[in-house]
């Protein structure tokens, strides 16, 4: 059995080229839907509730954006794999 912190250096370096790659629109969508879901929330609280239903759905369609974004960045860089220089 091995111990843990000694992996192989091949798996390594994988991991530090794969870790590289980064979509920035993706923290976007992510502060835009934890936005729009605060923004749904204080509304409800307030007795707002069409308002309230108007953002808790825009807040489906950012958060589905953001899912979207994160799927094609995995499939675009799954199929363009990162070559070692």
Not at 22 to 39: D, H, K, Q, Y
Request: avoid cysteine; glycine fraction near 10%; aromatic fraction near 8%.
């Amino acid at each position: 059995m091995e111990k843990m912190g000694t992996a192989d250096p091949e798996l390594e370096e994988l991991f530090a080229e794969k870790k590289r790659v980064r979509n920035p629109f993706v923290p976007v969508g992510a502060f835009i839907t934890a936005g729009v879901l605060t923004a749904g929330l204080i509304s409800f609280r307030q007795g707002k509730s069409q308002l309230g239903q108007k953002l808790m759905r825009a807040r489906v369609v950012a958060q589905g954006a953001t899912v979207a974004l994160m799927v094609g960045t995995a499939y675009y860089y799954g199929d363009h794999a990162i070559k070692p220089k």
